[in-house]
């Protein structure tokens, strides 16, 4: 690691940690680097390298950047279906609020399931199907989702 004005430091591998410590001391550009008395230290996350690939693999990718973008919406739409409603927590408790979250899920699963958004309900029409079920038929009709 390179610091504004020249010096170097390495990291260390289990820390992941580059400390520049004395350098720092007589430095011009301390005021504009670091406020730490025992000098500039910079981290780097555990994931560091990985992190690095994927930026560019970004840079260079087109079919990456084509996926994401196919798959991005449906993502943001489940997460702002989740949560329609429902940003503060409706229990105490961590148990009965899990449990709501869970149900909540497989409530926005189901509605997926049929076609539409949370809260709409599935259309019935005459045809093969689930015997008696919806309205205006006669005992013994069948129905089915359209």
């Known amino acids: 690691m390179t610091c504004p004005a020249g010096s170097t430091a390495s990291f260390t591998v289990k820390t992941r940690t580059a400390q520049f410590g004395i350098a720092c001391a007589a430095c011009p550009f301390r005021d504009r680097c670091t406020t730490a008395a025992a000098g500039r230290s910079v981290t780097v996350n555990v994931h560091d390298q990985l992190q690095r ?11 990456m950047r084509a996926d994401y973008k196919k798959h991005r919406p449906m993502v943001e739409r489940s997460i702002a279906w989740l949560t329609r409603g429902a940003r503060r927590l409706r229990y105490r408790g961590v148990t009965k609020n899990d449990a709501w979250l869970k149900l909540r899920a497989s409530g926005i699963g189901w509605s997926r399931d049929w076609g539409g958004h949370p809260g709409a309900w599935p259309r019935w029409s005459s045809g093969d199907g689930l015997p008696g079920v919806g309205g205006g038929g006669g005992p013994g009709e069948t129905y089915r989702v359209s």
């Open 53 to 63: 690939a994927h930026r560019a693999r970004w840079n260079t990718d087109p079919q």
